[in-house]
């Protein structure tokens, strides 16, 4: 399974940004997806996630400012990032695994990643 994200760039602290992650194959669909980041000088740490039903989960630090979902049609997740801060800027890692408390700890499959910078 291959999952392609996009959508990161430079944003003005306050800002938003979306990110969109595509899979390779439609059956991912019926797994949980969801983000992981690596901010500078840090491990990886779980974000969001979304269910195949759309039951959603996220880390504390962004509750109430990211949403997460998901067009299965399209094989696509979303990450709509608000109120962005300098502490955000992370590479941001779309993955995917069988269930919500699989992909919290140990995703199947990781994208390639793509870089948000937020300048404050």
């Known amino acids: 399974v291959q999952l392609q994200a996009s959508g990161g760039g430079l944003v003005h602290s306050g800002g938003s940004l979306t990110l969109s992650c595509t899979a390779s194959?439609?059956?991912?669909?019926?797994?949980?997806l969801g983000w992981f980041r690596q901010r500078p000088g840090n491990e990886r740490e779980f974000v969001a996630t979304?269910?195949?039903?759309?039951?959603?989960y996220f880390a504390d630090f962004v509750k109430g400012r990211f949403t997460i979902s998901r067009d299965n049609a399209k094989a696509t997740v979303y990450l709509q990032m608000n109120s962005l801060k300098p502490e955000d800027t992370a590479v941001y890692y779309c993955?995917?695994?069988?269930?919500?408390?699989?992909?919290?700890?140990?995703?199947?499959?990781w994208g390639q990643g793509t870089l948000v910078t937020v300048s404050s």
């Open positions: 194959e439609r059956r991912v669909m019926m797994y949980s």
């Open positions: 993955v995917s695994a069988p269930s919500t408390a699989v992909i919290r700890n140990t995703p199947y499959h």
């Open positions: 979304i269910n195949w039903s759309g039951g959603t």
